[in-house]
């Protein structure tokens, strides 16, 4: 498949795709500036309808399993690309200083977890339910990942928080995946609630940007769950 691209984020992450090299990940055949010759998705099966059609839980360990080839070590060298973590929360200090409220409290545990962060590796940044793909008999593989390196687990928690799954806001279903998801991850449930605090909140201050409201509502939803799941 043949990308163009003229947003400097998506080209930049294609810099992590190529690092990624088929593991976790689509290969890239050729990349030269704005376009990117990628390998295509030719399986028919979705994780975002697996998850709307009682197979929530096969989705995520799914997803869980493609973070985890995508963080394992490689020998070569990272893309010079790639931006550190704590920059990327810029959005949510300036909505915590506007807004208050859950947008402070995703800020002060998004301090905290990047003040106690494990050791940092190149990151997806953005894996949800359409951005890991069936690829037949290469199996499950991601796409279009931002330029970031950080602690792993924030790439875990948009799992609990995509607005494009209607179900996320159910109570129910934040505490059945918080634990699926930590254990397949490997990460303590408060850990992750705490990252999903931090991303819904960042998420919520994204969509406010953008003047969309109701998606904001979804993120501060699943911002409050997860507040909830740490005291």
Partial sequence: ??????DELERQ?????????????ADVYERDDAA?????????ASLMAMALHGQD?????????????????????????????????????????REGGLFARAMKQAHDLL??????????????????L??????WLAIDPKPLHG?????????LCNPELATVTRPERFHRQLQLVSLAADLSPARLA???????????AWFLEDGDAARAQSDLAVASLALGALE
């Fill in 1 to 6: 498949m043949l990308k163009i691209s003229h």
């Fill in 13 to 25: 992450g294609a810099a992590s795709l190529a690092y990624w090299a088929g593991q976790g990940a």
């Fill in 36 to 44: 990117l010759l990628m390998e295509r998705a030719t399986g028919s």
């Fill in 57 to 97: 839980d096969e989705a995520s360990q799914i997803a869980c399993r493609v973070i985890a080839a995508l963080h394992a070590p490689r020998p070569q060298a990272w893309p010079d690309a790639l931006v550190p973590l704590a920059r990327w929360f810029q959005s949510l200090e300036q909505a915590a200083e």
């Fill in 115 to 132: 003040d106690s962060a494990e050791a940092a590796r190149p990151l997806h940044g953005d894996i949800h339910h359409d951005n890991v």
């Fill in 134 to 139: 069936d690829f037949g008999a290469r199996g």
């Fill in 151 to 159: 602690d792993r687990g924030f790439d875990y928690a948009n799992l």
């Fill in 194 to 204: 705490g990252w999903t605090l931090a991303y819904a909140g960042l998420s919520a």
